[in-house]
């Protein structure tokens, strides 16, 4: 079996997650706040119990996954095919109505609940099987590339889709268009993950073909390894610091990446004035940030072939530390150079993020030989990052909308305000949220990052199972 066969295979999901995924947190916030008006109170409750359920699903799925008999659960294309056609509706929910809504409607407040909750879920259940896809294809660290690069190739695709809804719907002022396009998206991505879910094997697939020796070893450990408990088994992935430092830098850069994408276009609707970056740069700018972080992976795979991806994580951060200074020391009079800086700025956390897979493949592996297991525990790991990473999801949105709202932005967005003071003071904020947030997270990820040890798998020569 070819491993190119396998990318694609892998890449047809990250083209349908990346379709959907852009769409869903480009707009939601946008959408509840400025179309259907939700209140800051009902904003604020629906994203902690979003918090708190993203605490409870994504061990358990992760658990079950991992250590189900269930083959929906267990083999990871069933997990995927299944998932599917659930998490193409749950998409759909926040986009149609549920009623007539009026200013700070209570329904708002559970429409978005319901939403933002059904999505995490089915997302959580569909991507937790994808990456343990990505870590269990292969353990050689060329085959990793391999498939990074195929899924990139795949996110470029998909990603394009802010891009065509902004140009059709008008930026949401043709909602019904948004709602069509919204509709075709579902049903493209349901098709694309069925094929993943029809032609995906991983090396621990019983029709894969691998070493007798290695199989023998399996069936032996298999014999000797005894139940893993729910509580046992995170307590020993809890134990490895790498483990912990590589989910605490993975929160700060799911954290950047939350509020730039929920907040791009209401940020510089604000700061890019019409008169000098056009309406069509604008939605120019917005496609872009989804696309170009893809086209930066490809360019930055032999730079991680050379070095390994925890120098390149490194890099970046320092990257991050050192524009937002310059931002912030040339200020907010310069919207072009701003342009420049919201790219690099998003190019940068998003694209380094595509590495995740290689770090966290490195820790499951080391993870698989330290205990001696039969099959490494690759759901769980990643339901790990997940339990630290998804309350980001909830917690950037909640922070800025509070700072913005305490500055007058409830106000200026329904036309109650139009005190050039009380303007100018929210693009004061607005442009120091564009400029501290990454500074504060870079510095904070940059000094964790020194304490993470499992430098090296680059340059570790592995025995391919399944060889491209």
Not at 405 to 434: A, R, W
């Amino acid at each position: 079996m070819a491993l190119h066969k396998n990318a694609l295979a892998y890449a047809t999901t990250e083209i349908a997650a990346s379709m959907m995924n852009s769409i869903f947190t480009f707009y939601y916030v946008k959408l509840f706040l400025n179309t259907y008006k939700i209140s800051q109170e009902w904003f604020n409750v629906a994203q902690i119990i979003y918090l708190l359920w993203n605490a409870i699903n994504d061990p358990l799925f992760a658990y079950f996954q991992d250590n189900s008999t269930h083959s929906i659960f267990k083999r990871r294309r069933y997990s995927i095919l299944f998932g599917a056609p659930v998490f193409a509706l749950s998409f759909l929910l926040p986009w149609f109505p549920w009623a007539e809504y009026k200013q700070n409607d209570w329904l708002i407040g559970v429409h978005l609940l319901v939403s933002v909750c059904a999505y995490d879920a089915l997302f959580t259940f569909v991507l937790l099987a994808q990456c343990t896809l990505y870590a269990e294809m292969s353990k050689h660290h060329d085959d990793r590339l391999r498939l990074t690069r195929y899924g990139v190739i795949g996110n470029v695709i998909g990603s394009s889709s802010v891009f065509w809804c902004e140009l059709l719907s008008n930026s949401l002022n043709n909602f019904r268009m948004f709602q069509i396009v919204c509709v075709l998206v579902a049903l493209l991505s349901w098709l694309a993950m069925s094929y993943t879910g029809l032609n995906a094997r991983s090396e621990y697939d019983v029709d894969v073909k691998r070493p007798t020796k290695d199989v023998e070893q399996e069936v032996k450990n298999s014999e000797n390894e005894p139940p893993l408990s729910i509580f046992r088994g995170y307590w020993q992935i809890f134990r490895q610091r790498n483990v912990l430092i590589l989910v605490m830098v993975n929160f700060c850069t799911e954290f950047h990446m939350t509020y730039g994408r929920n907040f791009l276009s209401i940020l510089a609707n604000e700061l890019l004035p019409s008169e000098q970056v056009s309406d069509f740069v604008k939605k120019l700018l917005y496609g872009s940030v989804f696309v170009l972080p893809q086209v930066f992976v490809l360019l930055w795979s032999p730079v991680v072939q050379k070095v390994g991806a925890f120098k390149l994580y490194q890099m970046t951060f320092y990257i991050k530390i050192c524009t937002a200074i310059l931002m912030y020391l040339i200020g907010p009079s310069h919207p072009w150079i701003l342009v420049c800086f919201i790219l690099v700025d998003t190019i940068v956390p998003n694209a380094t993020s595509r590495y995740l897979g290689i770090l966290m493949s490195d820790c499951i592996d080391d993870d698989l030989k330290k205990y001696r297991r039969s099959s490494p525990r690759s759901s769980m790991f990643f339901g790990t990052n997940a339990l630290f990473t998804k309350p980001a999801q909830s917690l950037a949105p909640m922070l800025v909308v509070a700072i913005l709202n305490e500055n007058g932005y409830e106000q200026v967005k329904i036309g109650e305000h139009f005190d050039p003071d009380v303007i100018s003071q929210l693009h004061s904020v607005m442009f120091q949220i564009i400029c501290l947030f990454p500074l504060v997270l870079g510095l904070v990820q940059a000094l964790i990052w020194t304490k993470y040890t499992l430098r090296d798998s680059h340059l570790k020569i592995l025995p391919k199972y399944v060889d491209g």
